[in-house]
């Protein structure tokens, strides 16, 4: 029998052996990890250089396009260093950092989500007072609490996950060090872990769901109750990135938090995983900024300043 501290590192297997696919896995998660850097730090930049953007909805967005970028880092680079390479060995201490900062950073994502839907509500229910409820010191305590919530749920479970022991086996049937495949392959009891965990996804699930549904609950009562066709049109467009990234987020992330026993076939998990971790940080800085004014036209802005302080 040896346990964790005698286990130096495990093998992740990835997706497939088949080189000619790896070598287009390949193409296509640096394509795609880099469009989400990129976007998601254009966001950043912009949010912070233009005055403009200093409202409630840009900081939350400020910080959700630095929680794309830290989730996608958190497993893609690695993966396209052992595809590189050809080194699958991760040590024990780089797993278990992987699956703590992929698990925070998905996590606060979920609670983020719905503060940032309690924003719409705000700004479309009780316009007078967005400003006053939604002041600057609000916001950070909001995106203070998503973080401290997150660490809550999360702690119980990941403490629990060191005392696992491997004994047969140490190849992850995965491209990342996850919780399901890391359960699979331990020789320990599991039961109580996998509880943990399914209880800690379900109850973030419904807990930011919930807030995302009685939001919009409000939201669409009070823009159809709108007197003119144009008023309600802008209303819904506010609110139609948000809409649709939750959609995303929360469609494909529910395939792979919550599951019934983390001894089921990896291959679907796989699949998701590499939606929520490469597609969508990608997809959400253009959803965002193709569909609002204000960013677009920060955007053209910065250009122009670009522009004119290279050419003096």
């Known amino acids: ?30 394509l795609t990890y880099t469009l989400s850097v990129i976007g998601n730090l254009i966001i950043i930049i912009l949010i912070f250089v233009d005055s403009h953007l200093e409202t409630a909805m840009y900081l939350f ?11 996608t880092s958190a497993c893609i680079p690695r993966y396209l260093y052992s595809i590189s390479t050809g080194d699958r060995a991760i040590t024990y201490n780089a797993c278990a950092c992987q699956v703590f900062f992929t698990y925070v950073f998905a996590v606060t994502e979920f609670f983020l989500l719905a503060a940032m839907s309690f924003d719409r ?15 600057h010191r609000v916001c950070q305590r909001i995106i203070f609490s998503c973080w401290m919530a997150t660490l809550l749920i999360i702690s119980p479970p990941f403490s629990s996950g060191l005392t696992l022991e491997f004994c047969d086996s140490n190849v992850i049937d995965h491209f990342a060090c996850d919780v399901n495949p890391l359960l699979k392959i331990s020789c320990s009891k599991t039961w109580l872990i996998e509880q943990m965990t399914l209880v800690g996804s379900v109850l973030i699930f419904i807990m930011t769901l919930l807030c995302v549904v009685l939001s919009y609950m409000y ?3 009070t823009i159809l109750g709108f007197p003119s066709a144009q008023q309600r049109t802008k209303a819904f467009s506010t609110c139609s990135s948000h809409v649709i990234v939750v959609s995303i987020t929360y469609g494909s992330c529910i395939f792979v938090y919550i599951k019934p026993s983390a001894k089921d076939e990896m291959t679907i998990n796989k699949g998701v995983t590499i939606l929520t971790t490469s597609i969508s940080p990608m997809l959400n800085p253009f959803i965002y900024t193709l569909r609002n004014k204000q960013v677009k036209q920060a955007f053209n802005d910065l250009i122009k300043r670009i522009i004119s302080l290279s050419k003096s």
Do not use: V, W
């Not at 130096?8 to 990835?14: A, E, K, Q, S, V």
């Not at 080189?19 to 998660?29: A, G, K, N, S, Y």
């Not at 509500?121 to 002041?135: E, G, S, V």
């Open 1 to 30: 029998m040896r346990n964790h501290t005698s286990l130096t590192c495990f093998i992740l297997l990835g997706l497939t052996d088949d080189p000619h696919m790896q070598i287009l896995i390949f193409i296509f998660l640096l």
């Open 61 to 71: 967005l400020q910080n959700f396009a630095f929680l794309e970028i830290s989730f």
């Open 121 to 135: 509500y705000i700004a479309i229910c009780k316009p007078l007072h967005y400003m006053t409820i939604m002041n």
């Open 219 to 221: 939201i669409i009562r």
